[in-house]
């Protein structure tokens, strides 16, 4: 017998039919000798339009209520589902956020866990039920209810398994699996079987939108392993587990994020102290900058140019403040160019292989795209570039790095 959390996302539960075959999945795997708790979304598009009726009566909604609105979408979901569990002759019991006493902080609509008290969910898989809870939402100390954020109900999941010590959580979705690149782009995409926390992390930090990022921060913290696959059919989908056994590929994955704009300022005064400046203004707003780059001005002498690169949710709310700075440094210009994309490669063998950024860097000139700037970390390089490449970019380097071919073949370019 083992212990499985199953997260259900929007698609899986978006009508009384998804919700049958949800029901019908999780009886099958409790009547297989498992202990079953299923975690669900609201159901597709219900969030939003909660949302838009807020913004309906106000612009700026207070938060508070905003949480407490928001968080109906999966209280419906999970009254649905285990009424449907219960229709197929099963037994259930839905469960929200301060049942299972998920304590949260207080930052409303994107709160943190703090703890999860697993008992409640413990005594209702004693009593042979499957157990279902509203994802995306806890309570916070003074007993107000919070929601987790966009992508909300994988935290959970994955909260709640590590809290119950399940033995796997199942993130069972529109897709049936994590894949090498994204398969509408690259059509010799793969799907993996077997990717570490730490590949997984860097891949869902880079636009690949199979997992949540703090899901999988959680579950490589407290090694919970999940298994990414399909709603649609009971095939094996993606193990993401630790390294260890795992085959160290070059590269694993190739993503790609169409989300950040860039930035330049143009002749900043170069003494110590300004760089600084620049981005703790920006820190001061909660605007987080990515890719950094100090190169000497264009027109010489004692002045720099800075580039980096922001979200383009942030750009809008974040100009004022970098013309004003700009100002402050003396006039320096700013230059913005939303058209640009970041393409990355992904791998944990990239620790022991030497020229893997210069192959890279060799595959993107070979199809006459120019790289404007260049980020790296121990496992994963990063390009910035035109957004016109994006897809030559990914499949040239998903192909030239090999990921078209295989395991045993990915990586060695």
């Known amino acids: 017998m083992a212990l499985v959390v199953q997260k259900y996302g929007g ?5 009384l039919d998804r919700m049958k075959v949800v029901a019908e999945r999780a009886l099958r795997c409790q009547r297989a000798g498992n202990d079953v708790v299923l975690i669900v979304s609201a159901m597709s598009g219900e969030t939003n339009r909660l949302l ?4 309906q009566i ?3 909604p207070e938060m508070r209520e905003m949480d407490v609105l928001a968080a109906t979408g999966e209280q419906v979901s999970a009254a ?3 009424m449907t569990v219960q229709a197929l002759g099963g037994k259930a019991r839905s469960l929200l956020g301060h049942q299972v006493n998920i304590q949260t902080d207080a930052a409303f609509t994107k709160a943190r866990i703090n703890t999860i008290e697993g008992s409640k969910v413990r005594s209702t898989l004693d009593r042979g039920e499957i157990a279902v809870v509203a994802g995306f939402q ?5 007993g107000n209810i919070t929601t987790l954020g966009r992508g909300g109900s994988d935290t959970s999941a994955v909260a709640v398994a590590a809290a119950i010590k399940a033995d796997v959580c199942e993130s069972v979705t529109d897709v049936d699996g994590v894949y090498t690149t994204d398969p509408n782009v690259c059509p010799s995409a793969r799907k993996i079987d077997r990717i570490s926390y730490e590949e997984m992390l860097e891949l869902a930090s880079l636009g690949a939108k199979v997992l949540q990022i703090r899901s999988v921060e959680l579950a490589m913290k407290y090694g919970v392993p999940i298994h990414v696959r399909s709603s649609f059919n009971d095939n094996l989908g993606t193990m993401v587990t630790n390294e260890e056994g795992l085959e160290s590929v070059v590269v694993a994955g190739v993503a790609y994020d169409k989300g950040e ?3 330049q300022l143009i002749n900043v005064p170069d003494r110590p102290g300004i760089v600084a400046a620049i981005f703790g203004s920006l820190a001061d707003r909660n605007v987080s900058v990515d890719m950094i780059i100090q190169s000497p001005s264009r027109e010489g002498g004692t002045t720099t140019d800075v580039t980096f690169t922001v979200a383009k949710t942030d750009l ?4 004022n403040l970098i013309e004003a700075e700009a100002r402050q440094l003396g006039g320096a210009a700013v230059e913005y160019d939303p058209d640009i994309v970041k393409v990355s490669i992904v791998g944990l063998g990239m620790r022991s292989h030497a020229g893997i950024a210069s192959a890279m860097f060799r595959l993107l000139a070979a199809e006459g795209i120019n790289i404007q700037a260049i980020s790296t970390s121990e496992i994963k390089v990063s390009c910035l570039i035109h957004s016109k490449y994006t897809e030559l970019a990914v499949r040239a380097l998903h192909d030239g790095f090999g990921l078209d071919k295989g395991p045993g073949t990915a990586g060695q370019g």
């Open 80 to 82: 649905l589902v285990a």
């Open 11 to 15: 698609t899986s539960v978006g009508s």
């Open 138 to 142: 806890g309570v916070d100390p003074d």
């Open 58 to 60: 106000s612009a700026t």
């Open 261 to 263: 704009a860039k930035v």
């Open 52 to 55: 838009g009726m807020a913004h």
């Open 316 to 319: 809008t709310r974040c100009k």
